[in-house]
């Protein structure tokens, strides 16, 4: 059964970096594009990362030189998150589709999903 579980939201000042880790149990005979999205209060869902299976990694053009994905063998998914601005205070997901590749965006959604978890940036 897929599981993806998300942690390490918080509260954080403009500036700082907060890491979010994504603890995934997929299938091990399958390679998976993974990602992050978020969703801002009243806003539409927007792709953050992803890296395929290969280990290229794509971002949005919003987070493009302050985040970093990354994964592990285990396949656990990882968000470091620094110089932090308040537009990105919102409810972060990781995601996971079978397959090698990802999209060149970003996606802003996935089959599996994990429940969330925030983050919030005071200015």
């Known amino acids: 059964q897929v599981r993806l579980v998300e942690s390490g939201g918080g509260s954080v000042q403009a500036g700082g970096s907060l890491r979010l880790s994504c603890a995934a149990s997929?299938?091990?005979?399958?390679?998976?594009?993974m990602g992050w999205f978020r969703q801002a209060a009243g806003k539409a869902r927007e792709g953050v990362a992803n890296?395929?299976?290969?280990?290229?990694t794509r971002y949005a053009d919003s987070v493009k030189g302050r985040f970093t994905i990354s994964t592990d063998n285990a396949k656990n998914l990882y968000l470091e998150m620094n110089s932090l601005k308040p537009e990105d205070t919102a409810m972060y997901y990781c995601?996971?589709?079978?397959?090698?590749?990802?999209?060149?965006?970003?996606?802003?959604?996935?089959?599996?999903r994990g429940q969330g978890t925030p983050v919030t940036v005071s200015s």
């Open positions: 890296i395929d299976g290969f280990g290229i």
């Open positions: 995601g996971a589709d079978r397959g090698l590749y990802c999209s060149n965006i970003p996606a802003s959604w996935y089959t599996y």
């Open positions: 997929l299938y091990t005979s399958s390679s998976y594009c």
